[in-house]
């Protein structure tokens, strides 16, 4: 997949994806394993990061499809590694989802036993991640309700934003100015962005109806407003 990123850099390179979509992710067999959902996510990363958000999206519900299958749930139970791809998967589809304004692939309800699996050496990177993709679902739930979204339910999403945020020690929240050169620790600073930025534009999305709405406004305003303007400058 490294070497598939890499031809896919050149201009001419990005049929290299589809081969791999077509020989590993579109084989049932094949992405029912480890290694085909390791290629499976990172496919549909590197989807996300040229700018593709819906491919990234339908990638990625894909592997929710495989992360549906019995085998694999009990595995994910069983298994560290298995765990944590079945949650990179869950925590992707929320993410995705959110960011598309599309439904989830996952009910919590039907998941709770390996959501609430403590993380491996209570690994904070990890807990944020899942209590964050909880909390996106029901993000995603308000805003594809029939009624109205309400500033009181949206508060209540902000609160246990606040107490999400609180229950993490300040050092979490702190970053390094420098890498070091040999790059120790680089993976970890990179994961720890990552789960900042998912925090951050979590919270921005669950105001987003309301400022939707106020710039609607502004701007039917200005649309009445016109004429008057236009008026008043020809007089």
């Known amino acids: 997949m490294a070497i598939a990123f890499a031809f896919a850099s050149d201009i001419n390179g990005s049929h290299i994806y589809t081969l791999v979509d077509r020989l590993v ?3 049932m067999a094949c992405v029912s394993t480890v290694e085909g959902l390791e290629c499976l996510i990172l496919l549909a990363i590197l989807y996300a990061d040229e ?16 992360a549906h299958l ?6 994910g139970l069983r298994s560290t590694a298995m765990r944590r791809l079945w949650l990179s998967i869950y925590q992707a589809d929320r993410m995705m989802s959110m960011f598309l304004g599309l439904p989830y692939g996952f009910v919590v309800m039907h998941y709770q036993q390996i959501l609430e699996v403590k993380p491996e050496n209570d690994d904070l990177d990890s807990t944020m991640a899942i209590r964050c993709a909880i909390i996106a679902g029901k993000v995603i739930d308000r805003n594809h309700s029939r009624t109205k979204a309400s500033i009181s339910k949206t508060l209540e999403l902000d609160e246990e934003m606040n107490e999400l945020a609180t229950s993490f020690p300040e050092t979490w929240w702190e970053l ?11 993976d970890k600073t990179h994961v720890r962005l ?3 930025l998912f925090f951050f534009h979590l919270r921005l999305y669950i105001y987003l109806p309301f400022l939707a709405v106020r710039k609607k ?3 039917t305003v200005t649309l009445y407003a016109s004429p ?3 008026l008043h400058d020809s007089c």
Do not use: E, K
């Not at 700018?51 to 495989?66: A, T």
């Open 25 to 27: 992710v579109s084989d």
């Open 51 to 66: 700018g593709q958000p819906r491919r990234s999206w339908m990638i990625f519900r894909r592997g929710v499809v495989v």
């Open 70 to 75: 019995p085998d694999l749930y009990q595995a």
């Open 176 to 186: 390094h100015n420098r890498v070091r050169a040999d790059g120790h620790g680089s």
């Open 194 to 196: 990552h789960q900042h």
């Open 217 to 219: 406004s502004l701007h």
């Open 228 to 230: 008057a303007w236009r």
